[in-house]
């Protein structure tokens, strides 16, 4: 089927789905809002137990993760993310449910090839490129303050 660009871009105007932007980015910033505003109430809850402040992001980081994985789990985040949109990609809840969704998908092609597989398949890319910009934002600051 030989489509010209005018041809696709209409067929595609009738098949994408509508987006109601007015309301899908005050929602998507609102829930975006509350995951960070949850975190640093952790955090705050933490330091008051008396934790450092180095130990208390970590466990907010452990608890944030476990907590999006377990709502993965049960398939809450992902009927909270068809409401909320982009609010639930917050970095680290975001890539935990990224991670975790995979491996739910891919339980029943065992442990090995399903489930190590396809969590690398998503955490992979990340890794590299966040090592890369690592890299390359470390060596321009290092050339800015020689």
Same mark, same amino acid.
């Given at each position: 089927?030989?489509?010209?660009?005018?041809?696709? @871009?209409?067929?595609?105007? $009738?098949?994408?789905?509508?987006?109601?932007?007015?309301?899908?980015?005050?929602?998507?910033?609102?829930? =975006?809002?509350?995951?960070?505003?949850?975190?640093?109430?952790?955090? @705050? =809850?933490?330091? $008051?137990?008396?934790?450092? $402040?180095?130990?208390?992001? =970590?466990?907010?980081?452990?608890?944030?993760?476990?907590?999006?994985?377990?709502?993965?789990?049960?398939?809450?985040?992902?009927?909270?993310? $068809?409401?909320?949109?982009?609010?639930?990609?917050?970095?680290?809840?975001?890539?935990?449910? &990224?991670? *975790?969704?995979?491996?739910? @998908?891919?339980? *029943?092609?065992?442990?090995?090839?399903?489930? =190590?597989?396809?969590?690398?398949?998503?955490?992979?890319?990340?890794?590299?490129?966040?090592?890369? &910009?690592? &890299?390359?934002?470390?060596?321009?600051?290092?050339?800015?303050?020689?």
């Amino acid at each position: 089927m030989n489509l010209t660009v005018a041809q696709y @871009e209409a067929m595609q105007k $009738r098949t994408a789905p509508r987006s109601n932007s007015k309301v899908n980015i005050p929602v998507a910033f609102a829930v =975006g809002g509350t995951i960070c505003m949850i975190g640093q109430l952790l955090l @705050e =809850g933490l330091l $008051r137990l008396g934790l450092e $402040r180095q130990a208390a992001s =970590g466990w907010v980081s452990v608890i944030l993760v476990g907590a999006s994985a377990l709502l993965t789990g049960f398939g809450l985040y992902e009927r909270l993310a $068809r409401h909320a949109g982009a609010g639930t990609l917050v970095p680290i809840t975001g890539f935990a449910n &990224a991670v *975790t969704s995979a491996a739910i @998908e891919a339980k *029943t092609e065992g442990l090995i090839l399903g489930v =190590g597989t396809k969590i690398f398949t998503i955490a992979g890319p990340v890794i590299l490129y966040g090592c890369t &910009a690592a &890299a390359v934002y470390g060596a321009l600051y290092f050339l800015a303050n020689w």
